[in-house]
């Protein structure tokens, strides 16, 4: 494993922690003190889009060229990936999420999807005209957790897909220029039923949306929505309709999707962590606490633990090109726990002002509790981890 910053990787950084300072943390720390997502014609979006960061990794052809680097290469951006997702969840978590881009599907519609629905979907953020937002809706009110058991259902009619269901608490959704939408095609099959089916914003039947209230990362959208009779043309079913014994199988697909995510996850956790020890250290020295062994003690605590979590991340993300899933379960279930224990130590330390509400770690203290629901709870990774160890399937 190589984890070793070298001087473009410090470059990348250094412009992560700049744009981060001036930019997202005021956007963010604005959003919640209106407690509301950013609205979609907030000039910040723009100057993403002027950055270049709203844009899709995809490259037409790319499969084709044969010109993917070796794998320890491929490892290595996956390791710096995860540095700029810790840097920008220390500025905010919330912001990263809200920013336009293709955001959580884009994975699976790179490893599962036809060349013509890549062009079709990713195409149009490969030099984005205006902010653009895709997103991927997979919980329920009744199926979070047990995601085998999503009840929207998708049935062949005609030369297309009717959609009937409802999704809750998906990031991005109302201003989604596509869904990429998890469902049914035969409920009696359980998991083997499921299939993903893009949803363009506009179609007939999609609708019902409303926003969720959250108790921290206001900054971006958690949705509800709704599908009634919804219909969606046949080649909107993402991987096209191939023969079974050649298409990548739905559930496993979207799994594909949170094993990537976690890694992801537990960097942002370890981010908003080491925000919670900067504020922390920053109120101690002002308020002449430093020189009490129980706070130095606590700080060094902190310290150790998210340095013991950001490594434990990194190696879930450098072996991500290999089977990685139950590192990436230790990796998510450590780094959450972590970022909370750092925020409930914070707010221990700045008391009456914590309580006042307007301090940032006790905003901090409300994002991150998220980190430990997201993409699988902690109990559901260590779920993961503890059914591997002792030799059950994955359940
Ligand atoms: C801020 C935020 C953003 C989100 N964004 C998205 C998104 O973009 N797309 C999307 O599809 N979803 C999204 N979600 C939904 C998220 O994935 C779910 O909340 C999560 O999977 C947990 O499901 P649940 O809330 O229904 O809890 P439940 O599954 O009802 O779980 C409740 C509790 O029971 C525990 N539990 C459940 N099953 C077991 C078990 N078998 N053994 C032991 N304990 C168990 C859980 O760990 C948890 O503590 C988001 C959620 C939040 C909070």
Request: hydrophobic residues 40%; proline residues 5%.
């Given at each position: ?144 957790s047990d ?182 379960s230790?990796?998510?279930a ?42 699988g709870t902690g109990q559901i990774q260590r779920m993961i ?11």
């Amino acid at each position: 494993m190589d984890f070793l910053i070298d001087a473009e990787m410090g470059r990348r950084l250094a412009a992560a922690r700049e744009w981060g300072q001036a930019e997202v943390r005021p956007v963010g720390r604005e959003a919640d003190r209106l407690g509301r997502p950013i609205p979609t014609n907030h000039p910040y979006f723009e100057k993403v889009l002027a950055r270049g960061d709203a844009r899709t990794r995809w490259r037409p052809g790319s499969r084709s060229a044969g010109s993917a680097p070796p794998r320890s290469g491929r490892s290595r951006s996956t390791v710096m990936a995860l540095l700029l997702a810790e840097e920008l969840a220390y500025w905010d978590r919330g912001v990263g999420v809200a920013n336009p881009g293709p955001g959580l599907p884009e994975g699976n519609v790179i490893g599962a999807g036809t060349e013509e629905q890549k062009e079709r979907f990713l195409g149009p953020f490969l030099e984005p005209d205006r902010p653009r937002w895709a997103c991927f809706a997979m919980t329920e009110p009744g199926a979070g957790s047990d995601a085998a058991a999503i009840r929207t259902r998708a049935r062949r009619d005609g030369d297309g897909w009717v959609l009937d269901g409802a999704k809750c608490f998906i990031g991005n959704a109302s201003r989604a220029d596509w869904l990429l939408v998890q469902a049914t095609v035969d409920p009696n099959r359980g998991r083997a039923g499921q299939r993903a089916f893009f949803v363009e914003q506009g179609t007939p039947g999609l609708g019902g949306f409303k926003i969720e209230k959250k108790s921290g990362l206001k900054a971006y959208e958690s949705t509800s929505f709704s599908l009634t009779e919804c219909r969606v043309p046949a080649e909107n079913l993402l991987g096209g309709e191939r023969p079974r014994s050649d298409r990548p199988e739905g559930f496993k697909t979207a799994m594909r999707t949170f094993n990537a995510g976690r890694p992801v996850i537990a960097a942002n956790s370890v981010g908003i962590g080491r925000a919670v020890l900067d504020e922390a250290l920053a109120f101690a020295r002002g308020h002449g606490l430093l020189g009490r062994d129980r706070v130095r003690d606590r700080l060094e605590h902190m310290k150790r633990r998210l340095r013991a979590a950001r490594l434990m991340c990194l190696k879930a993300g450098w072996l991500a090109q290999q089977d990685n899933i139950v590192e990436a379960s230790l990796s998510k279930a450590m780094a959450a726990q972590v970022g909370q224990e750092a925020a409930t130590f914070g707010m221990e330390l700045i008391g009456t002002v914590g309580a006042r509400g307007d301090h940032l770690i006790e905003k901090l203290y409300r994002d991150v509790k998220a980190m430990d629901i997201v993409e699988g709870t902690g109990q559901i990774q260590r779920m993961i981890v503890a059914r591997k160890l002792v030799g059950l399937p994955r359940g």
